[in-house]
């Protein structure tokens, strides 16, 4: 039922934020498929990586988090202005990846970047004890409680990196165009959302 196919010449950037231990990323990249869109997740980093010339696990270690000051390598690197120029290539990669893809883009805080009629901006989020039960079926052998320590860590280190880099709040819904709470909807009702969302975007008439 969806795709893009016949909007093809009307551009579509979906981003996709997501708390941790939601299957944010499985449930976008869902979307992506059912709408024919270029997923960029950890993809990004390497492309990243690339044009910089630096190995991939470098950005990997700090990739959605802050660093622990006690990495003191990657502390020096962070301080020095590799950081500014890591930065610069990150929002070029998703304004060109905006320019020339119809694309998803999972996390990495692309909405504080990307915005426009032709960007959809969704936020994925849950209670702490429904993720905690997603998390288990995951790792079974975690205990409920190293669960909840494990994605409240995960939640800080994200929000943490927002702030960094945006300054802003990673859990405001301005910077977002659908928040969906997985409390109230199954994950397949999430997707028909994120897809129903889609569709009205590229079919709404453009203002001359």
Same mark, same amino acid.
């Given at each position: ?7 093809? +010449? &009307? ?6 934020? $997501?708390? !941790?231990?939601? %299957?944010?990323?499985? #449930?976008?990249?869902?979307? =992506? ?53 890591? +930065? &610069? ?6 304004? $060109?990846? !905006?320019?020339? %893809?119809?694309?998803? #883009?999972?996390?990495?805080? =692309? ?98």
């Amino acid at each position: 039922m969806w795709g893009l196919k016949r909007e093809r +010449r &009307r551009h579509m950037i979906i981003t996709v934020s $997501r708390q !941790a231990a939601t %299957n944010g990323g499985l #449930i976008g990249r869902l979307a =992506a498929e059912r709408l024919g869109l270029r997923v960029f997740d950890g993809e990004l980093v390497d492309e990243i990586a690339r044009r910089m010339h630096v190995d991939p696990h470098v950005l990997a270690c700090f990739d959605e988090s802050v660093v622990n000051p006690v990495q003191g390598v990657l502390e020096e690197w962070l301080n020095s202005v590799n950081e500014c120029i890591y +930065r &610069r290539y990150r929002r070029d990669a998703f304004e $060109r990846i !905006a320019r020339e %893809n119809n694309a998803m #883009i999972i996390g990495r805080g =692309a909405n504080f970047v990307l915005h426009g009629p032709h960007c959809l901006r969704v936020r994925i989020v849950a209670p702490l004890d429904l993720r905690v039960g997603i998390y288990r079926t995951v790792y079974p052998d975690i205990s409920e409680a190293e669960a909840r320590l494990r994605i409240n860590k995960e939640d800080r280190g994200k929000a943490r990196f927002i702030h960094s880099l945006y300054h802003a709040d990673i859990n405001d819904p301005q910077f977002y165009d659908l928040v969906v709470n997985l409390q109230s909807f199954s994950p397949e009702e999430t997707l028909d959302q994120i897809l129903s969302a889609a569709h009205t975007r590229v079919t709404r008439p453009q203002p001359r």
